[in-house]
Structure formats: structure tokens, C-alpha cells
């Protein structure tokens, strides 16, 4: 007797709709993607509690705490190795990192947890808004000049950008902690990348300035950084990001939950044999 056809898999998951106006998608990334959303569980913070508290404290906290922390250590740095080389290397391996102070502080105390990357990447933005204006002032009262301010003004979004890569690390790596099943295991070296990801758009912007400064071309370091550096990572985070930025709903995940190592499912159990009566 002939045997019943296996039912068929199950049809992909549909990708969300978009509202608004949005260029291409890209994927660029896929295995950092797949990760990341493995790792995601929400679009909301536990309770429904609103992020904008979360935000307004990693602001204030990096623009008082990290950036002085971060100021302190480079005068220490100035004193042993020079300020070009504190600028182009250990400025971006100071400031990142005190910024992610700030970061945990809103997950441990106020947020418990990040639901998803744009959380992260969000909380890291406002981070390094906080500390950008922070540093702006801090130069500008040093030299309260119209070319001070335009310069600054220029330099303000890198610090966004970066840290939003950190915000991204401090999602991965709290969420890994709470994964069971070893899974943080899996996804250890997954904080890592991004948090090198944004030290490394920093200190290339900074490599640029340090370079074509010492050659007296200092126009041509802020040339490249606002029209390669910048668009380059900018480009990159919105791939990471899961290839669109969707500002109208920012954080809701663009997609669907799927697993770094997929596992190949067993077949269907073959139907009992009939017997003709």
C-alpha cells in the first residue's frame, strides 16, 4: 500500500514590514547578526518600564563620571608616552570602556536587563553624546575660539557611533551570562568584537587626525573621517543593527529570532504500517 506523502516544512518567517521611507537593506554581517539575534528576547524592558530614565542617567553619568575618569587617565598617559600617541591609542582604550561604565550602570541598577541590541546600541549612543559634549566644553573653555566650536561640533557624532557598538557588547554579554544551556559559552567572544568594533572606529578617527596633523594637513584628516570614517561604521552599525535603522519603531527587531548554529531537524516518524483487513 502506498505510504502518505511527510507534510512539508514549515514555510520561512516572514520578514517585518517597514513603515516610513527606507533605503536598501543590507547584510553584510550574517554571523554577527544571527547571534545577536539568537541573543534577543524583547522589544520592551522587563515590566514595561520606559528606557528614556535609563538614557537620560547613562547621559549625565558619561558626561560627569566617565569623561573625568577618562581625563585623569590620559594625563597619565600624556606624562609617559606623549599626546600623540595617547590620542591616536589610548584615548579610544580609556574613553570606551569608562563609557560602558556608565552603560552598566543603567542595566544593573535600573534597567535588569537589555531586551535587544537597539537597546543596547541606543543606551550606548546616549552615553557618548553625554561624554561628547563633556569633552566639547572642556576643549572649548580651553580655547573659546569660532574654530574650536565648528571643530567640535564636528567631532561630537563619533562618540555616538562608537559607544553604540559598546552598548551593542554590554547587550551580548549580559544576555549571553543569562542564557542557559552554555550558551554564553557560544557567544563569548561576541561582546569582544563589538566592543573592538567601536575602539577601533575611534582610533582610526583619531589615527587620521594624529597623521595629517603632524604633516600640517589637518583639513584632510576632517575630510576623511566626515566622509570615509563616519559613513564606513555608520554603514556597519546599521547592518548590525539587522540592515535597516527604522527610526518610527527603532526598537522593535527587525528579525525574527534565529540561532547562530542551527541544528538540522530529524525527519518526521514514518507513519505505523497498515495492514489490509
Known amino acids: 500500500m ?3 506523502a511527510y507534510p512539508p516544512p514549515p514555510a520561512p518567517p516572514v520578514p517585518k514590514a517597514l513603515s516610513g521611507f527606507h533605503l536598501p537593506g543590507t547584510n553584510l ?3 554577527i547578526r544571527r547571534q545577536l539575534s539568537a541573543l534577543e528576547n524583547s522589544s520592551q524592558l ?3 518600564k520606559s528606557p528614556t530614565s535609563g538614557f537620560i542617567v547613562a547621559f549625565i553619568f558619561a ?4 569623561a573625568a575618569l577618562s581625563f585623569v587617565a590620559q594625563i597619565l598617559f600624556i606624562l609617559l608616552v606623549g ?11 580609556t574613553e570606551e570602556p569608562f563609557k560602558a561604565l556608565a552603560m552598566l550602570v543603567v542595566v544593573h541598577f535600573m534597567w535588569k536587563k537589555v531586551p535587544n541590541r537597539r537597546y543596547g546600541a541606543a543606551l550606548g549612543a546616549a552615553a ?7 569633552e566639547a566644553i572642556v576643549y572649548i573653555v580651553g580655547s573659546p575660539t569660532a574654530e574650536t566650536v565648528v571643530l567640535r561640533a564636528i567631532v561630537i557624532p563619533l562618540h555616538p557611533l562608537s559607544s553604540a557598538f559598546v552598548g551593542m557588547g554590554i547587550f551580548a554579554m549580559t544576555a549571553g551570562r543569562s542564557t542557559q544551556g552554555g550558551l554564553s559559552n557560544r557567544y563569548g567572544s561576541l561582546p569582544r568584537r563589538l566592543f573592538l568594533t567601536g575602539i577601533a572606529n575611534h582610533m582610526l578617527w583619531n589615527s587620521l587626525v594624529v597623521v595629517f596633523g603632524l604633516a600640517d594637513l589637518g583639513l584632510a584628516a576632517l575630510l576623511l573621517n566626515v566622509f570615509f570614517v563616519f559613513p564606513l561604521f555608520v554603514i556597519i552599525l546599521r547592518d548590525f543593527l539587522g540592515g535597516h535603522f527604522n ?8 528579525e525574527g529570532p534565529m540561532t547562530a548554529y542551527p541544528e538540522i531537524p530529524p525527519p518526521p516518524t514514518p507513519p505505523p504500517p497498515t495492514f489490509p483487513s
Open 83 to 93: 599626546g600623540a600617541v595617547t590620542l591616536a591609542v589610548f584615548a579610544p582604550l
Open 46 to 48: 522587563p515590566g514595561g
Open 63 to 66: 558626561a560627569l563620571a566617565s
Open 29 to 31: 554581517f550574517g554571523g
Open 2 to 4: 502506498q505510504q502518505p
Open 128 to 134: 557618548g553624546l553625554g561624554f561628547a559634549i563633556s
Open 247 to 254: 527610526f518610527q519603531n527603532f526598537f522593535e527587531p527587525l
